[in-house]
């Protein structure tokens, strides 16, 4: 029996990697459109997107994002774009301001935890103000969960009507200093989002580093949604680097094969995840 859908998210660039890590990473506006619009036709159907500066640094620029969203919009038609509200580009409400772009979706992070050489500071305050411009601009959030009291979180927030919609919460495994990437856990993750948000609930998963392919087969073979991209991993093996986006992509296509799951097109995921069609 053909299992469900599985979404595609590629996370084309982040805030850290440079192409003296990967000379494939895209820096650039015109960069990260074509290197979406290839990993879109190799089966991503969500882009989860950040933005650069001139000088090849994390910016919140408003006018950066709506660059990036119109390319995306143009090459990869119904693609879901999902922009970043990370710490790394922008401090308080900065974070914040391109959500009035209204893209489909934006990465919420709950609650605080450790990064490698810092604390990944979201304060309460600031949780909140995100979520409610989110509900504002008519944006699904997608809950970034670097530990369990995020998911629990998550459902506190849904259940005071900060979240709209029935949550999407991405499980992040493997950055340093933060929750590694261990199988029990992952599946008391699992039971716990089951357990909140419903059996028939969607979720993803996001491995960081060597933890990518592990996380992406984890997810896959559980029924869930995967995360790749050049953001998270820039590597195939601890010998080869990724040659591009569109490449880590087709190994979780060729998941979605080995577990009998056929791979969502943005079509599908827009109607799985509740968004309004392109």
Excluded at 1 to 9: D, E, Q, R, S, V
Excluded at 66 to 83: K, S, Y
Excluded at 134 to 146: D, L, N, R, S, Y
Excluded at 269 to 278: E, I, M, T, V, W
């Amino acid at each position: 029996m053909t299992g469900k859908p599985c979404i595609i998210c590629v996370a084309i660039t982040g805030s850290l990697p440079t192409k003296a890590n990967n000379p494939a990473v895209p820096i650039t506006i015109a960069e990260q459109i074509e290197s979406t619009q290839q990993a879109f036709e190799a089966g991503a159907s969500i882009a989860h997107c950040h933005v650069r500066d001139d000088e090849g640094k994390p910016t919140s620029d408003p006018v950066r994002f709506a660059a990036l969203m119109e390319g995306i919009q143009r090459h990869c038609p119904g693609m879901i774009i999902q922009l970043s509200t990370g710490g790394r580009s922008g401090a308080g409400a900065a974070r914040g301001g391109m959500l009035p772009l209204r893209p489909d979706m934006a990465s919420l992070s709950v609650g605080s935890n450790n990064f490698p050489t810092r604390v990944y500071e979201n304060p309460p305050d600031l949780v909140d103000w995100l979520a409610a411009e989110m509900i504002t601009h008519g944006v699904k959030p997608e809950v970034e969960a670097f530990d369990l009291s995020h998911i629990l979180k998550a459902h506190e927030m849904w259940r005071k009507g900060q979240i709209a919609a029935l949550p999407y919460v991405q499980f992040v495994m493997g950055v340093k200093n933060a929750m590694p990437a261990d199988r029990d856990v992952f599946d008391y993750y699992i039971h716990t989002v089951r357990r909140l948000f419903g059996a028939d609930v969607h979720w993803c998963a996001a491995g960081i580093g060597p933890a990518q392919l592990t996380l992406n087969e984890w997810s896959v073979s559980a029924g869930g949604h995967a995360r790749t991209g050049l953001e998270d991993n820039v590597r195939l093996d601890k010998d080869r680097l990724a040659p591009s986006n569109a490449a880590l992509v087709a190994r979780v296509v060729e998941l979605c094969v080995k577990y009998d799951r056929p791979v969502a097109n943005a079509t599908q995921a827009r109607a799985l995840l509740g968004l309004k069609p392109s």
